[in-house]
């Protein structure tokens, strides 16, 4: 774990290099460009605001629905983007991997700075909704950050696992997305944690990404902070999610090249 | 600082071999690990040591040459020392930043521009953004690319491509440098850069660890010869010394080898076949071990089963490498097939033998000179090794002896 937050510092540039690469090959002779990391929450907020508020009348605490809804799309299509393209990072770089050494969780940091910027984009559209429905920021939005942090940290520990075990077996990368799907509908996205019955609750609040995406809600619209108790339960399991996720990465790292 | 560049000591690398194109699946992994589980005997998967028990060490501002034949853990050896894969067993030590002529390139993104790719490359070489932004006019002028440097290196041709690989690997300004055949890159200048490249490097006291087939090369930059076969090192010493025993090994090697018969014809008419090929010296004497300038003779025994309109025989020479050094042909005009024949000999006189010390492979072969369709052909039919007094003599380099003289006026 020490071992990967220096090479984070010393390879810093590398991981730059990587990031820039995958953000200009993936725009380069596309029409949209950029906008296209807009368009993934956006008709996923007004699929979701059809599907979920209008024919299901779904609650959103008060909240007006497409708000409601974007402002967990954007953090939950970082998450899975970063996944599926974390997950098969090692096994696309396979050609560098067999031939050059460098350290090989920088292409994994890569993934989540290039996620990152799409995040950034994908949260002007937020900032209209935000006008549009004339809700202020107060303070707590300041909550972000923190949150934001753990997410990333959580993704960089599920990606380390998955891309590892994508170099030995392939059989990952068809089953993710059909976790990743299920996953969505096991954290508050299109939903509020309010209507979980309570005796599922405690079971629920496991997923770490739960309090975080209820997190976001609560510091961007509601104006309030997160609901501590189970984000330090995310927290715990991310810890340990992501030391063991890493030391099996740096432990499987080392063969990478002879079986990729 | 210590003065030893480079420490192995007892490097083993065992590789288990997969059978196929696929990759294991994960039910084949679960299967074994069940039966692990239920006591069940798993039948043990192939395994394959491409290196054993390699100890030597290097000091700094040593160029050690690279030896041996194909497969016999050159590559491996090179992947360890540059950290891609680890060593099974044994360990070593790398004083220095280490660079690589061996994958030039390997991480251009082909989308990407010129511009963008020296940065690209460059980080995962090593170089901090810093670094590349100051040498990167050098690094450009160097590729002679300096006109399409904004534009995505997919469409530069292979050699701009790899002009700028090799540009941007020299430009890393490593201590210890592993190369690999990278003198037989590019065209005729580049090739001269990248020589002068070399040279300036072995001046500023860089430990270099060359490959290379061709065995004039290795003693003209080594000093140091390793040569390593199956896996373990032969021979670990003073250049010629090693060069010279590895000489001697092949040719031994050769002559029990047998020669690989491939026939391209699938039709099943072959009108024409080559039953046996043959060397030997002026005297008649059965030999593939020569000195430069000496005579070889070499009879093609070939079989006809009609009278052949165009036929033409030919023998071509390459170096342990695979690459073809060029080689003779007979003229259709003058050389004819007129009548079916079971047994008839064609001799080819190689006098005086223009190669230089090294080993060579001789391919042989008869095809229609029209379709240029091979009839019969024979790779690596024959070994030719070159050694000896004249063979000693340094005054030629590259695989072709040229008879010169030199007159200087006073």
Known sequence: MRETIVNLFQHWDLILSFALRDIKARYKQSALGVAWALL??????????????????????????????YSALIFWTFFSNAISGGTGAMVSNAPLIRKIYFPRETLLIAVLLAGLLDLGVASLVFVGLLFYYKISLSLAALWVIPLLLLQTVLTFGVISLTSAIHVNFRDIGHGLPLVVQLWMFATPVAYPISVIPSWLRPFYLLNPMAPIIDGYRRALILGAAPDLPSLGMSFAITVIVAGVAVSVFKRAERTFADVI | ?????????????RYRLRRGWQVTSLKDEVGRLTARFLGRAVQPREEFWALRDVSFSLTRGEVLGLIGMNGAGKSTLLKILSRVTVPTTGSFVTNGRLGSLIEIGAGFHPDLTGRENIFLNGSIMGMTRREVQRKFDQIVAFAEVERFIDTPIKYYSSGMQMRLGFAVAAHTDPEILLIDEILAVGDASFQAKCLNKLA??????????????????????AKTVLWIDHGTIRMFGESDAVVDAYLEHVSADMSAEDSHHEARDSSGDRPISLLDVAM???????????????????DLTY???????????GVSVHDLHGYDLGGVVTDPDSIKVTAPVDHAVLRLTLSPLLFNKGAYTLDVYVLDPATRRFYDLR???LRLLVDGHRAALRESTGYVFYPHRWEQSK
Request: hydrophobic letters at 40%; proline letters at 7%.
């Open chain 1, 40 to 69: 993934q929450p956006l008709s996923m907020m007004i699929v979701f605001t059809l599907v979920f508020s209008l024919f299901a009348k779904v609650p959103s605490d008060g909240i007006p629905y497409p708000v409601f809804a």
């Open chain 2, 1 to 13: 600082m210590s003065d030893t560049a480079i420490e192995l000591s007892g490097v083993s690398k």
């Open chain 2, 200 to 221: 300036e490097l072995k001046d500023q006291d860089k430990t270099i660890i060359l490959v290379s087939h061709n065995l004039t090369n290795i003693t003209e930059h």
């Open chain 2, 280 to 298: 030997a010296d002026e005297s008649e004497q059965p030999q593939n071990r020569f000195d430069r300038e000496d005579t070889v003779v070499i």
């Open chain 2, 303 to 313: 079989s006809a089963s009609r009278p052949i309109p165009g036929v033409v025989f």
């Open chain 2, 379 to 381: 790779r690596r039919a």
